[in-house]
């Protein structure tokens, strides 16, 4: 990113880069078709398909596995059946928000081109930036008439970015054409990762740049919106991205020439509605047009309004963790997943505490709510967060002497906190 500004986590500004490109293994493998449930001009996924591996765990023995310390991504969540009202509520969120996220895709679009030019290529991080980078591809198209190559790849907090993947992408594209792409912000977690693997690279023209639908949590001058409002790719697991797992690296199944893996759940095709959320919010593309994103009483374009937002990110929701942590005595940041999106995660695949929300904005979390009263969640509203909801992950750790911490107790923040699963 050419400007990141300051981030108290760690993320810095990307040194110049030596010139020099990396070796490439001679054969690189070749990625798996056909894979997922989009149409193959969509994406590539370039994931290794791990077919029938049993590496699902039901929700609590896999939470008590990671707050253990096992590593998130050497197995999966069992995949959410979601309830008929919370069917319905999906598919009224997405007809109230089809023009709403063809916006924010539009802005984002014209700011990829801006920045990188007809020549881009879509790097999407799977999953939650796949139906992203689909819909980025397809505004392209509509908007620029660019045929635009999009792939996805996995990217996995505290073991880095797919390397093979990226060889793969650098043995065919130039590095300066490459755009990373995900779904949204949250704490800002997945930009380190990308920068830390761009750094280690040092391919000149590889920049860490990441577009994001939306950015709440300030940290990206790249993004369509820096609202906090429910994206219905996010109400869903597999059945809105593609049929697709999350991504998987467990040395049983994946070697080092693999790409990193995932399954396709084949068995959940009468459920897919992935086709039917990007196709409903390209449809929305006519109505947006020239005027992306534009509120009625602006002569600005979506591109110039999203440009005189921009700034240097602050990152203000790692300082909003901070005082949520506080507030709870929450000592792993890891356990607060602050976003409309990153709460709907906790409440699909982890166990979940408390759900924070703005009461304000509560017209847009009716998926949020009804999974919170589905799944028994205390909801505690608080007019002072600055995104619109946030899920708080139970905390399972023990003390020392070997009694469990309650929720709520104070205690110091670690230093040493594991990486965050979702």
Request: hydrophobic share 40%; with cysteine.
């Amino acid at each position: 990113m050419s400007d990141r500004g300051s981030d108290p986590a760690g993320a810095r500004t990307v040194a110049p880069r030596s010139q020099t490109q990396p070796s490439f293994e001679p054969q690189p493998p070749q990625p798996p078709q056909p894979f997922g449930s989009y149409p193959a001009a969509d994406v590539t996924w370039l994931l290794k398909d791990l077919g029938d591996a049993a590496l699902e765990r039901p929700l609590d023995e896999r939470e008590e596995a990671i707050q253990g310390g096992r590593h998130y991504s050497e197995m999966l969540p069992v995949e959410y059946r979601p309830s008929e009202a919370y069917q319905a509520l999906f598919i009224e969120a997405l007809h109230s928000s089809a023009q709403r996220v063809a916006a924010a895709v539009a802005a984002v679009g014209d700011q990829i081109v801006e920045r990188r030019g007809p020549e881009v290529v879509l790097a999407s991080l799977a999953r939650a930036g796949t139906p992203i980078g689909v819909l980025i591809r397809r505004w392209l198209r509509f908007r620029h008439g660019i045929d635009t190559p999009h792939y996805t790849l996995s990217i996995i907090r505290g073991r880095g970015i797919d390397l093979v993947a990226v060889r793969w992408l650098l043995a065919r594209h130039r590095a300066e054409t490459i755009q990373f792409v995900d779904g949204w912000t949250g704490k800002g977690a997945i930009l380190r990762e990308l920068v830390a693997a761009c750094d280690g690279l040092h391919v000149a023209g590889l920049r860490p740049d990441l577009a994001v639908l939306a950015d709440p949590g300030h940290c990206t001058d790249l993004f369509g919106t820096r609202d906090d409002f429910l994206i219905p790719s996010a109400c869903l697991n597999a059945t809105v991205s593609g049929l697709v797992s999350r991504t998987v690296l467990n040395d049983r199944f994946v070697g080092p020439g693999d790409f990193h893996g995932a399954k396709w759940y084949r068995e959940l095709a009468g459920e897919d509605v992935s086709n039917l959320f990007v196709d409903t919010v390209t449809a929305a593309f006519d109505s947006v047009g020239e005027t992306a994103g534009k509120p009625p009483w602006s002569t600005e374009s979506a591109a110039e309004s999203a440009r005189r937002e921009r700034c240097a990110p602050t990152w203000a929701g790692l300082a909003a963790v901070r005082t949520i942590q506080d507030r709870f005595g929450i000592a792993d940041s890891n356990l607060v997943k602050p976003g409309v999106g990153e709460t709907t995660r906790v409440l699909l695949r982890r166990v979940p505490w408390k759900v924070l929300i703005n009461p304000d904005r509560a017209r847009d979390l009716g998926p949020v709510l009804l999974l919170a009263r589905e799944r028994g969640v205390e909801i505690v509203e608080d007019l002072t967060m600055v995104y619109s909801a946030c899920g708080i992950i139970r905390p399972l750790a023990a003390d020392p002497a070997g009694a469990a911490i309650a929720p709520g107790t104070p205690v110091a923040r670690s230093s040493g906190e594991r990486q965050d699963p979702t």
